[in-house]
């Protein structure tokens, strides 16, 4: 008992202290380091909803290009607000708590499925403290919501009653709707669970499932009508630019590849493409030979994991298949979960009947190789904390030189529109506007786009040593370089410098010559 003590109160210490880590910086820096711009586009949107301003980006067109219930409780942080600055502070205690919360409820779940303390401990710092929390679940997206969703309704379904009565089906179908607004594609991670386990049948397949769909309904449908009502399809703009039409196995195929090549690189050898998948494919492999050798002992955790596990594959093929984008954190929240509830699990099994000293130094083995993980992590991330400082110095030339209200657009804007609320600042990758931009992001027209957005100003990622040509009429400024490490800087240029420098070079915007353009 005092050996289960320690334990939690290690877990507990280390996260707490590494949520105090995180809230010691720095708004800009925070910003720089750790946010995502995704999250700013939320609190963009959220701020001016708050303003009284509608559910719009750029201040000109409704969108509806997030995850609802995010944005839901992004909106009351910014009512009296005269800035997306002011509540910052605010802003990020919701990110970090939410967080927190995430890693509780899974710690939960697995203590609820092993009886284990060193498992839900385990838990508690991977999904608390790890480098994909660090750089993920605390950059201000919603993952950290769909993940204390999950966990609820997995905790949920395994804790309640052998006959649930009327009303634990409304609050299934309430988490399910909740689960489902945090982040709209989280059905098929726990589509498998719910379908096929034990515990889930006892909801599923009754007479009284009727009340769980009216839980879910009573959320849900009022959100995909206004979603039909508004923007003619129940999808968010967003799922539209980044849905494919039809399968691309090639495609999909070659995002595998990348996956190789990036493992190749950062191990410093030419192990070929294929090299990550067959190490994933080993781990999974060994982690599941060491929950079967204990199968019998844990069978009802072995069960779940390996149905969540399921769930997360498919959650995979389909982003492998149907979406345009793959390699982005966030989007691999259920294999992370997942992977990291095998863990868990696997150790446990493992350690099971061991002294107190042995799963004491288990337990520090394991936080020793997060700690040094992160750090790696974190030295990944150089380029893009430079790409963000130098935007967060942008916006100060345009609060000095541009008029307010004045017109910009650039791909990945969302930074930069945190810091100028009151200008009307637009977005070429097409989440965060209309349909007609949503059209043109599809089809990659970004010229046809900036000429949609009706541009004052445009800015561009300008390669080291392949500058655009020089115009002090046409180039108005150029970001310095953070750092040595940045391989992009920013340049301020008029639409029409913009739109053909993009038709002569579409992947560097570096032409070898351009003509002056009228």
Known sequence: MRTERLLVAFGVLLSALHATYLLSFPA?????RFAVGDAMAYARVAFNIAAGRGSTFDLDSMTNGYHPLWMWMNIPVFYGAHS?????????????????????????????MTRDVLSATLMLVLVAVSPYSTFVLYSGLETSLVLFFSALLVHFIIASSPVPNRRAHVCLGLLLACTFLSRLDSVLFLMPFLLLSRDSRKFIFTPRSLYSAVGFALPVLPYLVWNVKEFGSILPVSGQVKTLDGVDFGRSLSILQSWGAEFSRLSGHVLGASSILGVLLTLIIVLFLLLWRNRAKG??????????????????????????????????????????????????????????LARI??????????????????????????????LIALSSWFLEHAP?????????????????????????????????????????SVDKMVLATAAQYVIAREPDGCPIQEDSRQVLYRSPLIETTTKYRLVV?????FIAAWQADQDNMCPDRLESVT
Not at 493 to 497: D, R, T
């Open 493 to 497: 240029l008029s639409p029409n410098v």
């Open 84 to 112: 997306i600055l002011d509540r910052f502070q605010l802003l990020r205690a919701l990110w970090i708590a939410s967080g927190i919360f995430a890693a509780i409820a899974w710690a939960r779940v697995i203590w609820l």
């Open 361 to 390: 130094a288990a337990f520090l083995v394991f936080t020793t190789a997060l700690a040094v993980g992160w750090g790696v992590y974190d030295s990944l991330k150089s380029r893009r904390r430079d790409e963000s400082r130098a």
């Open 404 to 444: 307010v209200g004045a017109r910009i657009t650039m791909y990945d804007s969302f930074l930069l529109a945190a810091y100028l609320p009151d200008y009307n600042v637009s977005d070429l990758n097409g989440l965060v506007g209309n349909q007609e931009l949503a059209l043109l992001a599809k089809q990659k």
């Open 299 to 356: 069978g009802q955790a072995l069960t779940v994991i390996l149905l969540l596990v399921l769930g997360a594959l498919a959650h995979y093929a389909y982003y492998c298949l149907f979406m345009r984008e793959l390699n982005v954190p966030w989007h691999v929240y259920p294999q992370f979960v997942s992977v990291s509830a095998l863990v868990t699990l696997a150790i446990e099994s493992t350690l099971r009947g061991k002294s107190s």
């Open 28 to 32: 800009q820096e925070y910003l720089a």
